[in-house]
């Protein structure tokens, strides 16, 4: 999810994000899941992997299991969720994994968005030394952050209308996400204390986590305290209906069975709030990885996920117009930088990166973040 100029293009970047060791974890797992299952044997634990791309926050241990259950044998290939350890200098502050369990158990009895099979909640620190729940492996394929899609692979590879029929399947998941009646009610572990509004919180939150992620650290990022100004001098007059909004709303979180959308993955920003706090980020992410493909002088893939696109199939399957879009793009790119800053600081942390001259240059969009704060990003 990283690059520079001085990185070729199309090389994965190496990023610790545990340093959990996966054998040891494996035999934890062996002995949790013959526990859980009442099993005289235990079972047997094999293709034991961490994902090669994205998870850069929470870990995941993939896994595939074989047992025996009233004498038939039993198979399955799970997802072990869970949450990095202290050591690994977390990119958040607080990992809720009973949380996002039972905010993806509710999501799939709400509505149609797509998620994968929940098996089981541990939600105190057992056998893998922190809450984790497991889910079911979803076989399809991601579009890659490391290295970006944008420089290979095959979405890039594919046909214009296969990218569209992508492009239309994944603003529909938004929408009909969107779609869930009274998200307060649904939802109500996401609902903003003392009153406030959810926006209000959701900014207010993003100050503390940069205050945590950075700031306390002696880490000040002036381009983040500009754009934190911004936000406030431009604050929409009406935000609308709140919605459940998925947060990490990117292709990066979806897996494909070829171009149709299979499952929804990493709920851990979701929260409630106007609706463009999502379609923003979706656009955003987009183009994060298309001004680094420029960057290289690489074309990418500048006809997909356009700003007046995703906002035109988002209206037509929403029955909503978005609004105050400039003000929430802003927003995405001012979040952006926060959780790349705290990444990178990690990134220096385990000696994977430089330490930067300029303190903007945590950000390494901060050139889009720039333009979007003086109104000069062209967006089509």
Not at 37 to 62: A, H
Not at 80 to 106: K, T
Not at 133 to 161: C, E, I, K, T
Request: hydrophobic share 45%; proline share 8%.
């Amino acid at each position: 999810m990283t690059a520079s100029a001085d990185r070729p293009p199309g090389e994965r970047v190496i990023m610790t994000v545990s340093q959990r060791d996966p054998a040891a974890l494996a035999a934890a797992v062996s002995g949790w899941l013959a526990a859980r299952l009442g099993l005289v044997d235990p079972p047997r634990i094999s293709g034991v992997r961490t994902p090669e791309s994205g998870g850069l926050s929470s870990t995941s241990l993939l896994f595939e299991a074989d047992w025996t259950a009233d004498g038939a044998p039993q198979r399955g290939a799970f997802v072990a969720r869970m949450a990095p350890e202290a050591s690994a200098v977390p990119v958040f502050p607080r990992y809720d994994l009973p949380g996002q369990f039972d905010l993806i158990e509710r999501v799939s009895a709400r509505c149609a968005v797509p998620v994968p099979r929940l098996r089981w909640n541990e939600p105190d620190n057992g056998p893998l030394g922190t809450a984790f729940f497991v889910m079911d492996q979803v076989a399809g394929r991601v579009p890659l952050d490391n290295p970006p899609y944008v420089f290979g692979g095959w979405l890039l590879d594919a046909q214009p209308h296969e990218r569209d029929r992508l492009e239309r399947d994944s603003v529909r998941v938004l929408a009909d996400l969107h779609a869930i009646g009274e998200p307060a009610d649904a939802f109500p572990a996401l609902v903003p204390p003392g009153g406030l509004s959810a926006l209000r919180w959701h900014v207010d939150q993003q100050y503390a986590y940069y205050k945590w992620a950075l700031l306390d650290d002696g880490y000040q990022i002036p381009i983040i305290e500009r754009s934190l100004r911004w936000l406030e001098e431009h604050w929409p007059a009406d935000t609308g209906p709140d919605v459940l909004c998925w947060g990490d709303a990117r292709i990066g979180n979806i897996i494909y069975d070829g171009f149709a959308p299979v499952a929804v993955l990493d709920w851990e920003m979701a929260a409630l709030g106007p609706r463009e706090l999502d379609v923003s980020w979706f656009i955003f992410l987009h183009r994060f990885f298309q001004d680094i493909a420029e960057v290289f002088e690489l074309p990418g893939l500048p006809d997909f996920l356009r700003r007046s696109q995703v906002e035109r199939l988002y209206a037509a399957y929403s029955g909503r117009e978005l609004r105050h879009m400039d003000f929430y793009l802003v927003y995405a790119a001012l979040r952006h930088a926060i959780v790349m800053a705290r990444i990178r600081r990690r990134m220096i942390y385990f000696g994977e990166e430089q330490v930067p001259d300029d303190p903007d240059d945590y950000v390494m969009h901060r050139a889009s973040l720039d333009r979007l704060l003086a109104g000069t990003y062209r967006w089509d």
